[in-house]
């Protein structure tokens, strides 16, 4: 609350939401609330997105508010939902905890890769009634995602090419009944920690794995502390992007045509920049001692997939969990 409370006095001394006057003073300058640095592939696309929004729509624009100016993702959201800021980027386990439906795209092995999670959750033909689930309740509307990248295990003591490997681990993950389960399914011990305790605590043997995307491995330098990482690919991370539903419905039919267009163009580049953050952390984990190894893919597999059966309890999680796959056949 006291983090959503200054968020808004800053929102007031900043006069977000003036119109810019831009094409006839049309629309308004929207804040978008992010919680990653003005150098990370998720800023830059939603900067080149009001760029676009700018140039093709009636006086609409946006200003993105990095480094959790605006409060962490909760707050945030909190703050779209009563329209004090206007679009904001939030993990797929903040929306869970609204609807318990957006947990099917959460799950392990849901999406096989990064191409098929943006094929799915870019077709309203999947998405639609889940992205328009919690206007009413909540007062905002889900457009969209960017990816997180795929996330696999790295280790304190050798590759794991079968959960055989990973038996006896104590593996970091995120505070989560299904983060839990899923260590598990690939053999280790799931144990929550907070991610800036990690490093820590993979040197001093509290954690003897983890898991996450290259990107996160790399910046966060944990290659030098656990130089085994192994292509489990276990699970594909997403963040979505929301807005304030009366704010979006505002738009004219003109503009909102210009909108969905630099949002398509913000996500689709945006993919581009995390394919080659991921190489260029994969080159640099390479040059600091890491090696990369491949598993035996079909002895995760089943475990994995298991955990669809344990966590998938509606009719309607499980058909958003049957047209996933079926996108990927």
Do not use: K
Not at 215 to 230: D, I, K, L, N
């Amino acid at each position: 609350m006291a983090g959503a409370a200054g968020a808004a006095l800053l929102l007031a001394a900043c006069g977000g939401g003036d119109d810019n006057g831009g094409g006839g003073g049309g629309g308004t300058t929207m804040r978008l609330a992010l919680n990653q640095t003005e150098d990370h592939p998720s800023y830059v696309a939603l900067d080149n997105f009001g760029t676009a929004l700018e140039e093709n729509a009636d006086g609409w624009g946006i200003e993105v508010y990095p480094n959790e100016t605006l409060g962490a993702q909760a707050e945030a959201l909190q703050l779209v939902s009563d329209g004090s800021v206007d679009m904001a980027i939030v993990s797929g386990t903040q929306l869970e905890n609204l609807n318990d439906d957006f947990v099917t795209f959460n799950l392990p092995r849901v999406f096989d890769d990064v191409e098929h999670q943006m094929n799915v959750i870019h077709d309203p033909e999947i998405t639609g009634d889940l992205y328009a689930s919690l206007e009413e309740s909540n007062g905002f509307t889900v457009l969209g995602g960017f990816t997180q990248g795929a996330r696999s295990i790295y280790t304190t003591e050798g590759p794991v090419e079968t959960p055989e490997d990973l038996a006896g681990m104590d593996t970091r993950v995120q505070e989560s009944d299904l983060h839990i389960a899923m260590a598990e399914a690939l053999g280790g011990n799931g144990t929550p920690m907070a991610y800036g305790e990690l490093y820590t605590g993979l040197q001093s043997g509290v954690v003897d794995a983890a898991e996450n995307n290259e990107v996160s491995y790399f910046t966060q330098r944990h290659y030098e502390v656990a130089p085994h990482w192994s292509y489990t690919n276990h699970l594909v991370g997403l963040d979505y992007l929301i807005i304030n539903t009366d704010l979006l419905e505002s738009i004219s039919e003109e503009d909102r045509a210009a909108f969905d267009e630099a949002w398509t163009a913000a996500y689709e580049e945006h993919t581009q920049l995390w394919a080659d953050a991921t190489q260029e952390a994969i080159d640099g984990a390479t040059e600091g001692g890491a090696t990369f190894t491949e598993v035996d893919d079909a002895a995760f597999a089943e475990p994995l997939e298991a955990l669809a059966d344990e966590f998938i309890t509606t009719d309607s999680q499980r058909e958003l969990y049957d047209a996933a796959r079926a996108a990927a056949e």
